[in-house]
Nanobody, 122 residues
Framework: QVQLVESGGGLVQAGGSLRLSCAAS????????MCWFRQAPGKEREFLGA???????YYADSVKGRFTISRDNAKNTVYLQMNSLKPDDTAVYYC????????????????WGQGTQVTVSS
């Protein structure tokens, strides 16, 4: 089992930045592929990006160049740096983990955090 806890969400003005954190516990963090999704009200969960156990990253086109995923295996934490935020980025942001999947599909990930709200005002 892997437990994930997101933090760092909040209210930010358009054009601003936020850094989300996802702290993991329970199993060997460095063995897991990690990813970030978000879900806005009335919309499906949207893949944002992923980072493999060996730090290979992959991003959705919608956030490429604005969002950056990184991981610190010593701290069992994965980060999502979000820049140039837009009101359309308003959503609950989730991190997820899996020992084998490195996918854009939410149903491929076994472990999820509870989410953190990000609100971008215009």
């Amino acid at each position: 089992q892997v437990q994930l806890v997101e933090s760092g969400g909040g209210l930010v003005q358009a054009g601003g930045s936020l850094r989300l954190s996802c702290a993991a516990s329970g199993r060997t963090f460095s063995d897991y592929n990690m990813c970030w999704f978000r879900q806005a009200p009335g919309k499906e969960r949207e893949f944002l990006g992923a980072i493999s156990w060996n730090a290979i990253t992959y991003y959705a086109d919608s956030v490429k160049g604005r969002f950056t995923i990184s991981r610190d295996n010593a701290k069992n934490t994965v980060y999502l740096q979000m820049n140039s935020l837009k009101p359309d980025d308003t959503a609950v942001y989730y991190c997820a983990a899996d020992g084998s999947a490195f996918s854009t599909k939410a149903n491929q990930y076994a472990y999820w955090g509870q989410g953190t709200q990000v609100t971008v005002s215009s």
